[in-house]
């Protein structure tokens, strides 16, 4: 194969060469466990600290606010999970919306089997949680709000700080899952109000298999993984430390480049946009047009198939998805796009493009013209496009 353009980093990132390279000698040469009271392996039990410092200062959060999971889904099993457990006494209830990461709805549907209740927002056609609904929803046994900060289908970003102002005024929760958002927009968690937040190293050009949870000091998360002292007694477990490090480092690089690196996403997911738009008839673009991450453009095309669109782009050296990759072999259309309001055989036609710092304008040009002939030829093989064509000319 020739050239790859690799337009699905919101499935995953390239790990960036200097994350690679500070990670290195964690596996080689400074491989003690940080538990263990030798100078050999102590040494790694600070700089655990100095990378939870890192991530605490790109949130505006403290350093022992931060503690490191395994990545995004758990964090946001230990979000919901542990203050349901801790605030039951206070209230069964919690809100969230039917756009969120199934790490979120799949443990809602667990803790409404254990005999919470969950209200499951709907959104508007552009995936943004309307606040009324939200307020209207709030009871008086309602323990946690989560919204997540951006989707990762359509790349809407919701009114978060809004939200936490609405869940503060009420003595309530907030969570957000912020694994598209982290590292793509500025967040502070004082600014928004954010009690709780989850994030995951391999968004953003660092590893897989890391991540953490951001608990605000004072909310009452007991312990997600039981055993060691680890993470100061809230997540057992011998810490990954090459993870650590090459989360910190990325985290660095993020922050660092976050203003020019956005900027240009920003134009080139624009100009694709406008080349989808204006080209390919019978295309909508989904998601919010300005509220939305910098590197997400998201559409979908009548009278056409997904999967085959996406098997078509892949001869051609070109990756890109249907939706989140945690749903990729499911034959169900994206649970995002049904809640914004498309019937199921136009969300069945659905691409999503997230670019990266390295795609260029050529790059871009390259994917519409293939798209475009691609769109063409399978909508040439539809017998609902043929009938739809056949209806308009006799309108003409």
């Known amino acids: 194969m020739g050239k790859v353009i690799y337009l699905d980093n919101a499935a995953t990132t390239k790990t960036a060469p200097e994350v690679v390279e500070a990670m290195l000698p964690y596996f080689t040469e400074k491989f003690g466990n940080p538990s263990s ?3 050999f392996a102590s040494g790694n039990k600070d700089e655990i600290t100095r990378q939870r410092e890192v991530i605490a200062d790109a949130l505006g959060a403290k350093s022992n606010e931060i503690y490191f999971t395994a ?16 605030y039951a006494g206070k209230g069964n209830h919690i809100i969230t919306t039917k756009i969120e990461h199934h790490a979120i709805l799949h443990t809602g549907e667990y803790l409404e089997s254990r005999g919470f209740e969950v209200t499951y927002l709907d959104v508007d056609e552009d995936g943004v949680v309307k606040l009324e609904d939200l307020k209207a929803a709030i009871r008086p046994t ?26 503060r005024e009420h003595g309530i929760l907030f969570h957000t899952d912020a694994v598209q958002a982290f590292g ?13 937040l989850s994030a995951s190293g391999h968004k953003l050009n660092g590893p897989k298999g890391i991540g953490f949870l951001y608990i605000r000091k004072g909310v ?60 390919i008839p019978y295309t909508k673009l989904n998601g919010h047009r300005e509220k939305r991450l910098p590197n997400n453009a998201n559409f979908s095309f009548r009278f056409i198939e997904g999967e ?37 055989e136009i969300a069945h036609g659905s691409l ?45």
């Not at 793509?184 to 709780?196: F, K, L, R």
């Open 142 to 167: 309602t323990i946690l709000i989560s919204v997540m900060f951006a989707n990762n289908e359509i790349g809407t970003i919701q009114p978060i700080k809004e939200i936490g102002e609405i869940a």
């Open 220 to 279: 009452k998360i007991r312990s997600f993984v039981h055993g060691g002292a680890q993470e100061r007694k809230r997540r057992a477990g011998t810490e990954n430390v090459p993870g650590i490090v090459g989360l910190g480092t990325a985290t660095a690089r993020a922050i660092r480049t976050m203003e020019e690196r956005t900027a240009k996403e920003i134009q080139l997911r624009d100009y694709l946009i406008d080349r989808v738009m204006n080209e």
């Open 37 to 39: 009271v030798y100078s």
């Open 71 to 86: 990545g995004g889904s758990e964090s946001d099993n230990w979000a919901l999970k542990a203050a349901a457990e801790a």
């Open 308 to 344: 085959s669109m996406l098997i078509m782009l892949d001869m051609k050296g070109i990756c890109g998805s249907s939706g989140s990759a945690c749903t990729s072999g499911s034959l169900d259309p994206s649970h995002v796009l049904l809640a914004i309001g498309l019937p199921h």
């Open 352 to 396: 999503r493009l997230t670019l990266n710092e390295e795609i260029t304008k050529e790059d871009i040009d390259y994917v519409v013209d293939n798209l475009k002939k691609i769109v063409a030829d399978l909508r040439a093989m539809s017998p609902l496009y043929e009938d739809f064509e056949k209806k308009n000319r006799k309108l003409i």
């Open 184 to 196: 793509q927009v500025p967040i502070n968690v004082d600014e928004y109000h954010i009690d709780m």
